[in-house]
């Protein structure tokens, strides 16, 4: 099974800030991974699918790239909605479809 | 709109079963393979079960296999998972979501939409 590991777990940044969050897949994965944004008591929202392709209606300061084991997800200018916690989901041919630990986005 | 509504959960004692439903709205259910995801609670998301658009295939999760079963019913636009043999690591707020498009043997690009969610205590 392919294991995905998000880093930091946890990250601190202002309003305004540029953030990045890493998730490194186990084994090569291509371009197959998803970004989801998740706040409390709500269910996950799509940001990013295709490693780099945003999910329509999500903000352009969202952005992802990356392939094969390595990608990132950045938020250029943090906005006070953006604070949540983040998580990667490898989406290739093969289940499981693993998640990532989660990244929580918190405000310093 | 789209629209995922889930409901069956419940507090069930350990070992008894449960079966959750997953109601689609707004879009062409039997065109997409459906997943269930859970997340205990304070913890990650985790990933449990899929089943391809026309139910001709079916996943698990290691920590579900055997005990869980996905299934759809394209003429009701439902999607359900049965769950026996519950344990106390099965509580969790329970969810159903819809893949985005799928490219064949490839991938697909993302769970795109998801329910509110339905929450499973076994206790």
């Known amino acids: 099974d392919i294991q995905m590991t998000q880093s930091p777990s946890s990250v601190s940044a202002s309003v305004g800030d540029r953030v990045t969050i890493t998730c490194r897949a186990s084994?090569?994965?291509?371009?197959?991974l998803a970004w989801y944004q998740q706040k409390p008591g709500e269910a996950p929202k799509l940001l990013i699918y295709s490693a780099s392709s945003l999910q329509s209606g999500v903000p352009s300061r969202f952005s992802g790239s990356g392939s094969g084991t390595d990608f990132t997800l950045t938020i250029s200018s943090l906005q006070p909605e953006d604070f949540a916690t983040y998580y990667c989901q490898q989406t290739n041919s093969f289940p499981p479809y693993t998640f990532g630990q989660g990244t929580k986005l918190e405000i310093k | 709109q789209v629209q995922l509504v889930e409901s069956g959960g419940g507090v069930v004692q350990p070992g008894r079963s449960l079966r959750l439903s997953c109601a689609a709205s707004g879009f062409t259910f039997s065109s997409y393979g459906m997943h269930w995801v859970r997340q205990a609670p304070g913890k990650g998301l985790e990933w449990v079960a899929v089943?391809?658009?026309?139910?001709?295939?079916?996943y698990y999760a290691d920590s579900v296999k055997g005990r869980f079963t996905i299934s759809r019913d394209n003429s009701k636009n439902t999607l359900y998972m049965q769950m026996n043999s519950l344990r106390a690591e099965d509580a969790a707020v329970y969810y159903c979501a819809k893949e985005g498009a799928t490219v064949w043997g490839s991938g697909f690009y993302g769970l795109d939409v998801w329910g509110q969610g339905t929450t499973v205590t076994v206790s």
């Open positions: 089943i391809l658009y026309d139910g001709s295939k079916k």
């Open positions: 084994q090569g994965i291509s371009t197959w």
